[in-house]
């Protein structure tokens, strides 16, 4: 054999003078006999040999062994030590020039041969991509649907040229989307089905083909999946389920796909999605919460969901979920009831609903990802509902579970949300009974830190809340503002060129307040603020320079 293979290979370097195609076709099967029975040796001699060369010279349309050669390739370039060697010989080129020809075969190992060259490289994959194989290869799929190795190696291709960010605008412009939907629809295995999911996943992260996939009849596959396996316990079908009903959700997260799903709240998708909530299924109830949350993004869906009682199936799904409950599933129900609350209209109904007093229920929750949630959705709903901040900045439970996740320094955002929330209770209520539950609880030194906040936001909210405890309730703070150092806070704040107008504003009204207090006063006066604000009176913000004209006058008659 290996004297066949050195014979084979010696024929082949001279094989441009003499290329009869019956002495060609021996030597090629040779050469594909020995791979089959060790492929890594064989690959190497195939190298040495400087045969790779003369592959690139026979990848003719015309040529009789064209499809061997390719095959060839295609085994070689299993090898990953191959694959440069491949790209150095210049067979790219003439392979991705290959499959615009006819010959089923020479398409099949051509596409093998790229797809194996370029197995894991983006750069490789990237050139082919701008070589214009997406729309080639798109156009093979819908002509040779028919064959099943082809389609097959279509969705190879697709499925790792998809995960392209460059590749994407590419496939927006073909008519990716209906082929996929047409060979989807033909499919009844489980692993061709499989197959193409793992294509749509990464191409429906684009919003152009996620309505170019709605629009070719995506969802209606997708939902009767649903409906035939919601009820088994077998594994394909709970894999399927989980796949179809993902894909659905990640639909939705196009403006334009979601918008036309939701068709006035009267789209027969809109109302299947309904009925997921009250399933026995984890996972069709976790993909019918992330699909409400997904409409619940603007507006006018809001309030009509909320009008026709969205609001009910959600709390019913937390109820089932309060014990030991499904931590994914409490997480999308918060967020839809988050998303829920924007709109004005929506937020003294959800009250009224009893939705606080659902979402506290959680409060015990350990899970940063539901505290977060959690957290978001209160604030949402007390936004101007200066009764429910009340109601809830009194709860002291709630208010110590907020100073404690105040500190929870490994989390982020619930630290950001805990901060907000406290802040909020203060000034949407502007009760003296919620700050005294605060001071109580040791959430002053809190709303102190987060005036030094990186957001402005954030630094404003705590300012705007200080103020109001400066003015409600100065005494019962003062010895934790003394110690949390907010006199030098301010000072650094004002001194800053860099802090915005509205912060210097806030903080020149917090310092009046401050005055109000006697050791409070004592650092004020300590601090040289005179000379600071009266900087700020030639600040090119007039509010920001009649607040400093304020506040000189102030700080010189206290002095």
Same mark, same amino acid.
């Not at 214009?132 to 002509?143: H, N």
């Not at 977060?372 to 009194?394: N, V």
């Not at 405890?469 to 800053?496: C, G, M, W, Y």
């Given at each position: 054999m290996a004297d066949n293979l050195s014979d084979a290979l010696k024929k082949l370097k001279i094989t441009t003078t003499d290329s009869r195609a019956d002495s060609l076709e021996g030597c090629l099967d040779c050469l594909l006999q020995a791979l089959a029975q060790n492929n890594t040796e064989t690959s190497e001699k195939i190298q040495k040999s400087g045969v790779l060369q003369v592959f690139a010279s026979l990848l003719t349309p015309q040529?009789?062994?064209?499809?061997?050669?390719?095959?060839?390739?295609?085994?070689?370039?299993?090898?990953?030590?191959?694959?440069?060697?491949?790209?150095?010989?210049?067979?790219?080129?003439?392979?991705?020039?290959?499959?615009?020809?006819?010959?089923? =075969?020479?398409?099949?190992?051509?596409?093998?041969?790229?797809?194996?060259?370029?197995?894991?490289?983006?750069?490789?994959?990237?050139q082919l991509i701008n070589m214009?194989?997406?729309?080639?290869?798109?156009?093979?799929?819908?002509?040779?649907?028919?064959n099943a190795a082809l389609t097959e190696m279509c969705l190879v291709a697709f499925g790792n040229l998809a995960e392209l960010e460059s590749s994407k605008e590419q496939f927006a412009y073909t008519n990716i989307a209906e082929e996929l939907v047409k060979l989807f629809k033909k499919q009844i295995e489980h692993d061709k089905k499989e197959m193409i999911f793992e294509v749509l996943a990464p191409l429906a992260e684009n919003d152009v083909i996620k309505l170019q996939l709605v629009e070719a009849g995506l969802v209606e596959c997708l939902l009767?999946?649903?409906?035939?396996?919601?009820d088994s316990d077998k594994e394909d079908d709970i894999a399927e389920l989980k796949t179809a009903s993902d894909l659905m959700v990640l639909l939705l997260l196009g403006d334009e796909s979601m918008q036309k799903l939701f068709e006035?709240?009267?789209?027969?998708?809109?109302?299947?999605?309904?009925?997921w909530i009250p399933s026995n299924s984890h996972q069709l109830q976790l993909a019918g919460a992330l699909a409400i949350a997904n409409f619940a993004r603007n507006d006018g869906n809001c309030i009509h969901m909320v009008d026709n009682g969205i609001v009910q199936k959600l709390m019913d799904l937390l109820d089932r979920h309060v014990e030991d409950g499904n931590v994914t599933v409490q997480h999308a129900a918060l967020s839809a009831l988050r998303n829920l609350a924007i709109p004005v209209v929506n937020k003294a109904k959800m009250l009224s609903a009893g939705v606080a007093e659902a979402v506290l229920k959680f409060l015990r929750s350990e899970m940063p990802p539901v505290q977060?949630?959690?957290?978001?959705?209160?604030?949402?709903?007390?936004?101007?509902? *200066?009764? *429910? *901040?009340?109601?809830?900045?009194?709860n002291v439970k709630l208010v110590e579970r907020l100073v404690e996740w105040c500190e929870a320094k490994d989390h982020a955002g619930v630290m950001g949300e805990s901060n907000r929330l406290l802040s909020a209770l203060i000034r949407?209520?502007?009760?003296?009974?919620?700050?005294?539950?605060?001071?109580?609880?040791?959430?002053?030194?809190?709303?102190?830190?987060? #005036?030094?906040? =990186?957001?402005?936001?954030?630094q404003n909210e705590a300012l705007v809340a200080l103020a109001l405890?400066? #003015?409600?309730?100065?005494?019962?703070?003062?010895?934790?503002? =003394?110690? #949390?150092?907010?006199?030098?806070?301010?000072?650094?704040?004002?001194?800053?060129?860099?802090s915005a107008p509205e912060i210097k504003y806030n903080s020149m009204?917090?310092?009046? #307040?401050?005055?109000?207090? =006697?050791?409070?006063q004592k650092e004020v006066q300590s601090m040289a603020f005179l000379e600071v604000v009266s900087k700020l009176r030639s600040h090119e913000n007039k509010t920001v320079a009649q607040q400093a004209s304020l506040t000189e006058q102030r700080l010189a008659v206290e002095s």
């Open positions: 040529s009789s062994c064209t499809a061997k050669v390719a095959n060839i390739i295609a085994e070689v370039a299993r090898n990953e030590f191959m694959r440069n060697p491949c790209v150095d010989a210049g067979l790219i080129p003439p392979l991705v020039q290959l499959l615009n020809c006819k010959d089923q =075969e020479v398409l099949l190992q051509t596409g093998r041969a790229l797809g194996n060259i370029c197995y894991d490289s983006h750069t490789l994959q990237s214009g194989v997406i729309p080639t290869l798109v156009k093979l799929l819908g002509i040779h649907c028919q009767e999946i649903v409906q035939k396996t919601v006035g709240g009267k789209g027969s998708v809109f109302q299947r999605v309904l009925s977060f949630k959690l957290l978001g959705t209160l604030r949402m709903l007390i936004d101007a509902q *200066a009764e *429910a *901040a009340e109601q809830l900045g009194k949407h209520s502007k009760s003296k009974d919620v700050i005294r539950t605060i001071v109580q609880s040791g959430g002053i030194k809190h709303l102190v830190t987060m #005036a030094t906040s =990186e957001h402005v936001i954030m405890i400066a #003015a409600l309730e100065l005494v019962t703070a003062e010895k934790d503002l =003394e110690n #949390a150092q907010l006199v030098q806070i301010l000072h650094r704040l004002l001194s800053d060129d860099r009204v917090l310092i009046c #307040a401050l005055i109000g207090s =006697e050791p409070l």
